[in-house]
């Protein structure tokens, strides 16, 4: 779980908010839901064998209730929807959210035990206009930040009980090879068959190879949905690959599954950097007496943001108050709040320090104004106006400040672009 200090918290807020724009132009509104769900609901949605479940949620008990901090989104985003009961107002529903999940992995490179997720669902449409319509999305956010270099896997897990069907064929398949598996997935091959095939282990993509496709059990109405996709994907102009082994660690999913992975090695084995999939029985699963058809993806911020490009940074003070006497500081206080009822953002500096380290700092801020204050100014109702970036000064009555200072904005190069993102001042914090 790591601290996101301001430095970064600019690259964070530029994210979201390229996430934001994008996804509300597609009709998506953001829910907000809490942290902690019932136990239950992720055992039962995401699936009791999933690695998730079994070994990744931090769950405790307090006053009877079991509860779980959410390991995802989809899920408690499902419920919220269902509790809502949202089907009525609308036959189709766009939410997205943002924020931590949690889940007790063993940490590594891309891999946290809080990382952030922002994700998109959809209720209320059978797809297969929409899923492309969602990957064609999620490929645009990525090149919106940056991150080249990116694989679109698509695959399908069929309706009704393919899943099981395909669950029985693989086990079938694997049971005769188990010699030749890992120890993980010796004991996946009972539990949950369909985890052995995105094994990372090399013996048992050996085995796996082999194995028997999914798409080989469709029924024709899933086959065409699939069909649908791939026409809808191409007609967009999406590039993508089929990949038949794609399963994913959930086990809600039916029909369209996809994931979006980097094809750099920056990430090491974490290359998966949205992931997402139809899930049509789970609204129906909550207590919804009808069925709703709902499709959704989540793609983690921190792997994103190690592989995006170079974004915004902080924007120091337009102004920067240097007041050199104990009055001139009172002063400064008010005139400040003038400034800042204007939307004008400015710092007084108060350390009563000397001007050069007071002046030091302004230029570390990237400030584009300097207002000096001292006896002088005070006694004649005046102050200092500096331009830092003309390296020009006047001085002006101060209730002319406000038209001063505003000139100087609109005419002074905007300097934020000019210089880095304010680093640590040298010798911050000693006094010269
Ligand atoms: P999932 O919810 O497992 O489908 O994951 C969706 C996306 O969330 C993944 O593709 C990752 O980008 C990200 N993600 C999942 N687990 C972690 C984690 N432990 N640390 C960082 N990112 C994660």
Redesign the pocket.
Known sequence: MKDILPEQTVRWQWLEQQFRSIVERYGYWEVRTPLLEATELFEREIGETTD?VEKEMYSFERHDDRLTVR??G?AGTARAFVQGKVMNLQPITRWYYIGP?F?A?RPAK????Q?H?AGCEIYGDEGPLCDAELIAMCAKILKALGVGDVAIHVNSLGSGGIRERYRDALHAFLLPHREALSEDSQRRLHTNPLRVLDSKSKQDQEVVAEAPSVLELLEPEDTEHFEGLKRHLDALGVDYVVDDRLV???DYYTRTLF?LKTTTDELGA?S?????GRYDNMVQNLGHKKGVPAIGF???L???LALAGETGELPGPSCYFVPMTEPAQVRALVLAERLRDAGIYCEVDGRGTSVKSMMRRADSMNSRVCLLLGEDELAADKITVKDLAAGEQEEVAQDQLLLAVRARLRTSAPNVDAKPAPKAEKGAGTDD
Do not use: S
């Open positions: 998730v390991p995802e989809t999940m889940r992995e891309g891999r946290y035990r990382f997720q994913r660690g959930l994931e974490q998966t950097l949205i992931g997402g989540a793609m983690g921190e792997r994103i």
